[in-house]
């Protein structure tokens, strides 16, 4: 039982690039969440999902895509990288919402220069 | 003003000491009040929840949630350098169910050091 997995663990992007942080999770959980996470600011919900097909904005969302094709997915997709994107990325994931216990990935630093 | 506000700190502590971490909030709807716990660099994890008022006991911490002053807290006892981490509160005013309105709103986090 891995938990919650993320991809790449570090990443630097030059202005203008596009990417994609991947995140997976073998808990069968149905909400999946990504966060941001700056000096000063705590987290930020950037997109999350209800299940399968589900996706909605979260409070920063700008900049940022996300899909859920399966239960255990959760791809992150940033589409033009400016350098105010530049964070550590958590992914989190729960049994059915928010207020279950979020499991977290172990986050990925990105820099964008 | 933020929905939750945070001491960021850093608090520094001898080891042994009672901690005291605490939260304030504006948004009289929130009712799911949780402590998440995290240490360098590395994701967060739960370390307490509470729904509505009261308190709660797990070992050395102890949450308090006082709803009338929209305040939470944590308290560690007999603090051991171990619990040296970033100590985050996380509230929601609606729960798994409200839609948006059940994400969770973060606090910036409190770093805590506990000297041995």
């Known amino acids: 039982n891995a938990g919650v997995t993320q991809t790449p663990k570090f990443q630097v992007l030059k202005t203008g690039q596009s990417m994609t942080l991947q995140c997976a999770q073998d808990m069968n959980h149905e909400y999946m969440s990504w966060y941001r996470q700056d000096p000063g600011m705590g987290l930020r919900l950037i997109h999350y999902?209800?299940?399968?097909?589900?996706?909605d904005q979260g409070e920063v969302p700008n900049g940022y895509n996300v899909s859920r094709s399966t239960t255990e997915d959760f791809p992150l997709r940033l589409l033009s990288a400016a350098p105010s994107q530049t964070s550590v990325y958590f992914c989190?994931?729960?049994?059915?919402?928010?207020?279950?216990?979020?499991?977290f990935g172990p986050g990925t630093r990105l820099t964008v220069t | 003003q933020k929905e939750v506000e945070q001491d960021p700190g850093p608090l520094s502590v001898p080891e042994g000491a009672i901690v005291s971490l605490n939260c304030t909030y504006s948004?009289?709807?929130?009712?799911?009040f949780m402590w998440y716990r995290q240490y360098s660099r590395k994701g967060p994890g739960l370390l307490m929840y509470t729904y509505s008022s009261g308190n709660k006991e797990d070992g050395r911490f102890t949450a308090q949630v006082d709803k009338s002053s929209k305040y939470i807290s944590l308290f560690i006892r007999d603090s051991q350098p171990s619990d040296s981490a970033t100590y985050l509160c996380?509230?929601?005013?609606?729960?798994?169910?409200?839609?948006?309105?059940?994400?969770?709103?973060f606090g910036k986090g409190t770093k805590l050091s506990v000297k041995p």
């Open positions: 999902s209800v299940g399968a097909g589900i996706t």
């Open positions: 989190a994931s729960s049994y059915s919402g928010p207020t279950d216990e979020q499991y």
């Open positions: 948004n009289s709807a929130f009712q799911y």
């Open positions: 996380a509230m929601s005013p609606a729960g798994n169910y409200g839609g948006s309105q059940g994400n969770l709103i």
